[in-house]
């Protein structure tokens, strides 16, 4: 072990990583790597928690653990593993989830450093806010595909993870997702509203089948597709997507054919469509492309898996395999009650498989050449060691040297690879999160939101707090508590009936995480169209909610569409495309000249996610994130995200 | 990388359709790459803690054949970094002492280890492999190595970790690969007689083939340095421990830190490129054994050109990658072309 052997490192680090005492948050693929790095180099006491199980498709890079591992404790394992490394590491494990009230504050207390290493934004978000309240430095580290990134947090001295507006979930119009996608990701969010559609819970907002409604192809009216089979909501009008499984009894290859055969024919018909478009060529099941000799996808084949490409025949075997177990667990589960109902998890194996396979093949019908990979096991590996000198830094009392760096998928204009920033990024003063006294705008339909959705939908899912209890400022009337019980009275009551109304200054403050924020709500009007905009908005300060209104056209699927903004950043979901493409030409080349490149890894999803080089310019990144288990890269850069109409 | 990468342009039908065979090419494109990767057999020489970070990278990647090549015996300096040798393996050959961890990473990798020492092995030796990656070798063994790979046209990598900074070195002789890249096209719609004309964008990904021609290691050795780009500290301290290496059989251990002979090496590389104290915070700095997270970044870097070497997928480095530990910079040079 380094430490341990005179002359490796200077006195002073040495006697520091001796001393020290570290968390890992996250035991998948960054914290394996993080782990094995800390015994080596000699770290003594180091604690471990990840919620996780292991799966089988986490051997390909989570190389602290094997077959005989799955379905134990990944933090477990880990540690049992990294001590026949070093037997003489004293490492304590916890099989949890980081954000129950276990470790508070003062657990956050005991370490010198924390160091990230997790999947999922909600998680970051709370040891961001955890180690800002107990004072202790945070590395923060995220990859996506070949990309990743290492910054440190730290109270005061740099940006908080929460300090940079990350982008909200993105939303797609409906009729991009359901006739003209053009990006894989569109792909993805098919297939995942397709499991849902199938298997899990039917949303109405989440149609599969081919928009006639789409005004693209109402232009070419009096057209085939435009017949009497349509209702006014643009819906084929049959029964439902699951009615129809149900009815042949989910027959993949009936299934397949409707989904890949006869779907795809119907938009073919719907001629305006592909004017311009390459139109999409349907699949016949009997003849689907073949296969990679060599390559099946077996359970104890867990090298094989990563890295490797199904061909579209391979894609149709999972398909069936996936559909046959999945509608298995199904009826299973319809005979304890018939309302019960699957839930996308992305670590069960037959789900993953089922959107995988499902999005690749259509991914493929519609020529798109951005398959789906797994995460890359090598960029875990420099992001990780990157992650352990930044370690050695703050051991070494050098914060100012933790500068962000980034690792891109091709080198820059100065033949960078690795690239460290400047300087450390100042804290964001106007950060909801880490500014002395936080403050945000809450757009918000106050006579339409309930109280229970004011805490379920903004405060924990939005916001990410734990156990919130709100105060109306002035009055003292506590309408939200954190106590069980309490307030259970004021659940469906909406804001209005409380006296929350345009102007009132709500103050909310989450205990566990020792977070305080003043809200002030401005009361906006919920459009009467389910799905055309946010439900809520929630900024940095009240001017930046003012010109985006009149733009509030587009179809949009989820609500809580929110974005903090600061001075370079808008809300992206409710502009035109045409004002998406200015404003990010304009941002681009104003950044370029008063900001430093920047990469945001940011989930778009804990399970599927796409990489995009956003902008015309290697210095601005947008990377989406994560998943643990597939991604789809688009290796280079992209000029303009078109939201179809 | 792409020329025209901030055009928008129109996609007409033709073009269209030209795009759609090279998708679908595409497609059959990645399916060799793979089949590529899982036939590929590799040979790892020199199992230190950088070697062990190749070799997991590699393995778990899903090659066909590891082949770990080290006449050296486990060493305490070991202990800092190469996780696949057990602790107690200390004393004991290094490339066998790492196989059953290795092994352990994937089962369908046939992992083998030899024990000879690479002077022994003739030339044809090496066109067993399809790669061949030369870890803690002297600069006569790399260049004979790298020859004798070149004779046989095998891909060839060399690397090192000094404490905490490290290189990757890649000759692939004429390398051809493809490389996909996204253009965005513009559609527009047009005839619907609306007031509002409409535009959308839409990325199409076109896979591009590329040819690229690598030097031997020889020919990036004492540079000019004019021909070397401003901060190339790192390149100026790799010829430093090169020297060090080349004259006295073995890298300078963590007990001499600070000594002379190391000096030495050093003052005659300033002098020759007249650095005067431009890299001096590089030679005080911790270039004993080699550290963990440094073997899993230059070990990560080399494990991943590896894999593009093999799948004929992505632009290789060309040719030499280096890390710099202080500014945690990572820069790739062109060198001797
Ligand atoms: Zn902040």
């Not at chain 1, 200015?582 to 080349?589: F, T, V």
């Not at chain 1, 210095?619 to 890269?633: G, P, Q, R, Y």
């Not at chain 2, 066109?127 to 020859?147: D, L, W």
Request: aromatic residues 6%; contains cysteine.
């Amino acid at each position: 072990m380094a430490a341990n052997i005179n002359g490796v490192f200077t006195e002073n680090l040495r006697n520091a990583i001796l001393q020290s005492k570290v968390l890992i948050v996250g035991a998948g693929g960054i914290g394996c790597e993080i782990l094995k790095n800390l015994v080596m180099t000699g770290f003594v006491n180091i604690e471990i928690i990840d919620l996780d199980t292991i799966d089988v498709s986490n051997l390909n890079r989570q190389f602290l653990f094997q077959k005989k591992h799955v379905g134990k404790s990944k933090a477990d394992v880990a540690r049992e593993t990294a001590l026949t490394f070093n037997p003489d590491a004293k490492i304590v494990h916890y099989h949890d989830s980081i954000t129950t009230s276990d470790y508070g504050v003062s657990f956050f207390k005991k370490f010198t450093l924390v160091m990230n290493a997790l999947d999922n934004r909600a998680a970051r978000n709370h040891v961001n806010r955890m180690c800002l309240a107990a004072d202790v430095p945070l590395i923060e580290s995220g990859t996506a595909g070949y990309e990743g990134q290492v910054e440190l947090i730290k109270k005061g001295l740099s940006q908080c993870y929460e300090c940079t507006p990350k982008a909200a979930q993105k939303t797609f119009p409906g009729c991009t997702i359901r006739n003209t996608p053009s990006e894989p990701i569109h792909c993805i969010v098919w297939a995942k509203h397709l499991f849902n559609q199938l298997f899990g819970e039917e949303d109405p907002d989440q149609d599969v089948s081919p928009d006639t409604a789409d005004p693209e192809a109402a232009d070419s009216a009096g057209q085939g597709a435009l017949n009497s089979e349509s209702n006014e909501k643009g819906n084929v009008d049959r029964t439902s997507t699951r009615g129809w499984a149900q009815s042949c009894n989910y027959d993949s290859e009936k299934l397949f054919t409707k989904l890949f055969h006869d779907d795809i024919k119907y938009l073919l018909s719907m001629d305006n469509l592909w004017k311009k478009r390459r139109p999409p060529i349907p699949l016949s099941w009997k003849e689907l492309p073949d296969g990679v000799p060599g390559c099946s996808k077996e359970v104890n084949e867990p090298g094989l898996k990563d890295q490797q490409r199904w061909s579209i025949s391979k894609c149709g075997t999972v398909f069936a395999e996936s559909v046959k177990s999945l509608s298995n667990n199904l009826k299973a589960l319809q005979e304890k009650s018939p309302n019960n109902h699957l839930v996308w998890d992305k670590d069960d194996q037959s789900s993953m498989d089922f959107v995988a396979a499902c999005a690749n093949i259509r991914a493929y019908i519609f020529a798109m050449a951005g398959n789906i990979i797994p995460a890359i096991a090598t960029t875990n590996a420099i992001v990780a060691g990157l992650v352990v000198l930044h370690a050695f830094r703050i051991l070494e009392n050098n914060l100012k040297a933790c500068k962000s760096v980034y690792l891109r998928s091709k080198m820059n204009h100065r033949n960078q690879l690795l690239v460290p920033e400047k300087n450390v990024n100042p804290p964001n003063p106007k950060c909801y999160v880490c500014a002395p006294t936080p403050q945000a705008v809450l757009a918000i339909d106050t006579s339409k939101t309930t109280i229970k959705e004011l805490d379920e939908v903004v405060l924990k899912n939005r916001l990410n707090m734990i156990a919130p209890d709100v105060m109306i400022d002035g009055t003292g009337n506590v309408v939200i508590s954190s106590e069980e019980g309490e307030t259970e009275d004021n659940n469906n009551k909406f804001l209005e009936e409380l006296g929350i109304k345009d102007g009132t200054i709500l103050k909310v403050d989450d205990f566990h995480q020792n977070y305080s924020l003043t809200v002030t709500i401005v009361y906006r009007e919920r459009s009467s169209l389910k799905g055309d905009s946010p439900d809520f908005v929630i900024l940095a300060k009240e001017q930046d909610l003012k010109p985006k209104e009149e733009d509030l056209v587009k179809p949009s699927t989820s609500n809580g569409q929110v974005e903090i903004s600061d001075d370079n950043v808008m809300i992206v979901e409710t502009e035109t495309s045409s004002d998406v493409a200015k404003k990010r030409k304009i941002e681009a080349s104003e950044e370029n000249l008063s900001k430093k490149r920047k990469l945001e890894i940011n989930d778009v999803d804990d399970d599927i996610s796409i990489i995009e080089n956003d902008i015309n310019n290697d210095m601005d990144k947008n990377t989406e994130e994560k998943n643990d288990d597939c991604l789809i890269v688009h290796d280079d850069n992209k000029s303009i995200v078109a939201t179809s109409q | 990388m792409v020329e025209d990468k901030n055009q928008n342009v129109e996609l007409t039908d033709h073009e269209a359709e030209l795009y759609d065979r090279q998708i679908r090419l595409w497609g059959l494109e990645s399916q060799k790459r793979q089949v590529q990767l899982r036939a590929a057999k590799i040979l790892i020489i020199g199992l230190n803690g950088y070697g062990a970070e190749i070799a997991k990278n590699i393995i778990l990647a899903g090659v066909k054949a590891v082949t770990f090549l080290d006449h050296r015996n486990v060493t305490v300096e070991d202990w800092c970094s190469q996780f696949l040798a057990p602790k107690e393996s200390l004393g004991k050959n290094r490339a066998e002492a790492s196989v059953p961890r290795a092994q352990n990473l994937n089962s369908m990798v046939d992992v083998k280890a030899d024990t000879s020492n690479i002077d022994d092995k003739p030339d044809t030796y090496f066109s067993e492999f399809n790669v061949v990656c030369a870890t803690q070798c002297t600069i006569m063994q790399i260049k004979r190595i790298n020859e004798a790979c070149r004779k046989h046209n095998v891909k060839f990598f060399a690397g090192d970790v000094w404490g905490l900074l490290g290189y990757t070195f890649a000759d692939l002789m004429t390398h051809e690969y493809a490389e996909d890249v996204v253009q965005t096209k513009k559609i527009q719609i047009s005839d619907s007689g609306e007031p509002m004309q409409k535009e959308k964008f839409e990325n199409i990904v076109v896979t591009e083939k590329h040819i690229e021609t690598f030097v031997p290691f020889k020919s990036i050795l004492n540079v000019t340095k004019s021909s070397l780009p401003k901060d190339s500290e790192i390149y100026y301290m790799i010829l430093i421990m090169f020297n060090y290496r080349e004259k006295y059989g073995k890298d300078p251990l963590p007990s001499e830190r600070e000594s002379e002979k190391l000096k030495a090496e050093a003052d005659i590389i300033i002098k020759k490129y007249d650095l005067e104290d431009k890299i001096d915070h590089l030679i005080e700095s911790d270039l004993y054994a080699q550290i963990s997270p440094v073997c899993a970044i230059v070990g990560g870097i080399m494990g991943q050109e590896i894999i593009k070497a093999v799948s004929q997928k992505g632009t290789p480095h060309n040719n030499l990658f280096t890390f710099n530990p202080d500014t945690l910079c990572g820069k790739i040079l062109r060198l001797g072309h």
